[in-house]
Every structure is written in structure tokens, then in C-alpha cells.
Nanobody
Framework: QVQLVESGGGSVQAGGSLRLSCAVSGSIYGINDMEWYRQAPGNQRELVAGVSSGGSTNYADFVKDRFTISRDNVQNTVYLQMNSLKPEDTAVYYC????????????????WGQGTQVTVSS
């Protein structure tokens, strides 16, 4: 069993900042890639940013230079620092982790958090 618990969402005015956290717990061997996705009402879930186990990052064009993803491999936690927020960033943000239960890559599984609401007002 693995659990992903997100925190840090909330309401902020345009131009403000929020920091999301996602802690992974459970009997796991390791975590490969970790990502943040978001889904606005009526829209499909979209990738916001990702970070590999080695620290390589990638970002969607719409958040480049505003958001920063990072991870703590000791605490099994991934963060998303969101600056210069815009009303169009309003969405439910989901954490995703590619977890591994043993040394074998065949025991990999996809795990999702429950989502945290981010609301940006103009």
C-alpha cells in the first residue's frame, strides 16, 4: 500500500505564491519519477512539472519561469513552488509518483494523491 498526501493548496490573489507538498508513505523500495498535474473544471488533466529520481526536471510551457519542482528523496516528498500565479492557474493539483515496491522494476506502480485545490483570483 502506498499513500500520497498533498498539502499547501488554497486561495491567493493574482501575482501571489503558493507551495504545494506531496508526501509519499508506505512500504516502498523507491520512487522513480514524480510529477504534478492539474485539472481545471471542464478540462483534461495536464502535466505541470516533473522531476526524476536524479533531479532532472521538466515543465509545461505555461509554467516555465514561474513554477519550480523539487524533491526530497529522504523524506519521499515532492514540492511545487508556484510564483506569479495567474487566474488561469486555478485548478485541482494532483501529485503522481512512479513507485517501486522491491528491487525489481516489475513491481513498479503508478500512485496518485487526492488532489489539492488552488484558486487564483484577479
Amino acid at each position: 500500500q502506498v499513500q500520497l498526501v498533498e498539502s499547501g493548496g488554497g486561495s491567493v490573489q493574482a501575482g501571489g505564491s503558493l507551495r504545494l507538498s506531496c508526501a509519499v508513505s508506505g512500504s516502498i523500495y523507491g520512487i522513480n519519477d514524480m510529477e504534478w498535474y492539474r485539472q481545471a473544471p471542464g478540462n483534461q488533466r495536464e502535466l505541470v512539472a516533473g522531476v526524476s529520481s536524479g533531479g532532472s526536471t521538466n515543465y509545461a510551457d505555461f509554467v516555465k519561469d514561474r513554477f519550480t519542482i523539487s524533491r526530497d528523496n529522504v523524506q519521499n516528498t515532492v514540492y511545487l513552488q508556484m510564483n506569479s500565479l495567474k487566474p488561469e492557474d486555478t485548478a485541482v493539483y494532483y501529485c503522481h509518483a512512479d513507485v517501486q515496491f522491491t528491487w525489481s522494476s516489475r513491481t513498479r506502480a503508478s500512485a496518485w494523491g487526492q488532489g489539492t485545490q488552488v484558486t487564483v483570483s484577479s
